[in-house]
């Protein structure tokens, strides 16, 4: 049994890793942190643990050696503490944005600041297993995803690595709890109940994971993504407009998701004839660590649409957090994170 504790518990990513390490069979949960919450119960914060921990939050300063880190600070928090993180576990995963980049020129021209610790960056692998499985295995630090980013990413990733796409442009609707457990005017329910709202028309921070992951060949994807937010609290759905520069039909199409994620234990390929759950849709992946994937082929045209879901709480942060965890510890990959969504919800 390994013991981690979470920096940042009281924030909806901490309490969603605390869910999902209080149900892990390899794992026990040492310490939970709150600056403004310490002293308090964990349950107290995160309701749907009432009766599965008596942890109480503490203060950063009280945290104590243990196995494995996980920081769900916000970011720009977590890069001026890692030499203290590190000195405290032998394992850090880093939720924030902080690890993610491991350019240290992309933090000013995406997050408007100088890394405080580029020395750390290439010690850092980006904690996607569908794409880093390898490297993570040998990690100590692996860095946490952004959601928007995972779910475009998962979606585009065999299109761009077989290089059959050129242009791309998505649109991705997402959920209110991607802005986390801080209120804002913005987020306040008169102002954010039943919007469909332009959030970020032409660019968004998280398009620096997508140009760094999706590169190939030293040749950048040529990708533009618009965001907005909608009537969700968990959820994030990419609909994704690719312009093809070979003449596939759906059955190339079809092989090329099959040979990327035929063997992945959290992506479904999801594309049905019938009933009216034909494509991915977020709602049936609250809580669950899945990204559906699914296209559809425009005839006639070279246009192929890729549309792709989950939950940004979860395979957006916390789920693959988790998964990352399972293999750089040599766990079952699966382990902690086998629920499977709820149906109805
Ligand atoms: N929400 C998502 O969908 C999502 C998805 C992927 C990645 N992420 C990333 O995960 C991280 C956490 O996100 P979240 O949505 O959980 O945010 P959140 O709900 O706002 O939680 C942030 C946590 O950080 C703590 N905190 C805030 N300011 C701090 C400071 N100056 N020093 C120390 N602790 C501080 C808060 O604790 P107290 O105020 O109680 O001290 C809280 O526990 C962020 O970096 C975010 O970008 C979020």
């Known amino acids: 049994m390994l013991n981690a504790s979470i920096a940042g518990a009281s924030g909806y990513v901490g309490g969603e890793l605390l869910r999902l390490l209080l149900g892990h069979p390899e794992v026990e949960v040492k ?22 921990t008596n942890l109480s939050l503490v203060s950063l300063q009280e945290l104590a050696p243990c196995d494995v880190l996980f920081a769900a600070l916000p970011h720009g928090q977590v890069a001026p503490r890692i030499e203290e993180f590190a000195a405290l576990a032998k394992r850090v995963v880093d939720l924030s944005a902080d690890f993610r980049l491991h350019d240290p020129a992309d933090y000013p021209l995406w997050y408007g600041w100088e890394h405080p610790a580029p020395q750390w960056l290439p010690r850092f692998v980006y904690g996607l297993p569908e794409f880093h499985r390898e490297a993570l295995r040998e990690a100590r630090y692996a860095s946490g995803v952004g959601c928007n980013a995972t779910v475009i990413n998962l979606a585009l990733w065999p299109l761009y690595q077989a290089g059959v796409i050129g242009k791309t442009v ?4 997402v959920g209110s709890s991607e802005g986390g457990a ?18 970020a028309p032409t660019v968004h921070r ?11 060949n030293e040749q950048q994807p040529d990708i533009h993504i618009s965001v907005t937010s909608v009537d969700l609290v968990r959820g994030a759905l990419a609909t994704a407009h690719c312009f093809l520069t070979e003449d596939l039909g759906e059955k190339d199409i079809w092989r090329l998701y099959r040979q990327a994620y035929g063997d992945e234990p959290f992506i479904r390929i999801v594309k049905f004839r019938r009933g009216f759950y034909r494509y991915p849709e977020p709602k049936i ?49 699966t382990a902690g994170l086998e629920f499977p969504g709820l149906h109805p919800v």
């Open 285 to 333: 992946l609250a809580g669950s660590n899945y990204c559906d994937v699914g296209f559809a082929r425009e005839e006639g045209s070279d246009r192929l649409v890729v549309i792709a879901a989950l939950d940004n709480l979860m395979k957006g942060a916390a789920g693959t957090a988790v998964q990352a965890m399972n293999v750089m510890c040599g766990f079952a990959e």
């Open 182 to 199: 801080k209120p804002t005017r913005a987020s306040h329910h008169s102002e954010r109940s039943h919007v469909v709202r332009s959030y």
């Open 170 to 173: 998505v649109e991705v609707k």
């Open 206 to 216: 998280h398009l620096a994971e997508m140009l760094q992951e999706l590169t190939f």
């Open 31 to 52: 310490q939970v942190t709150s600056e403004s919450y310490a002293g308090q119960p964990a349950h107290f914060l995160h309701p749907n643990l009432r009766g599965r």
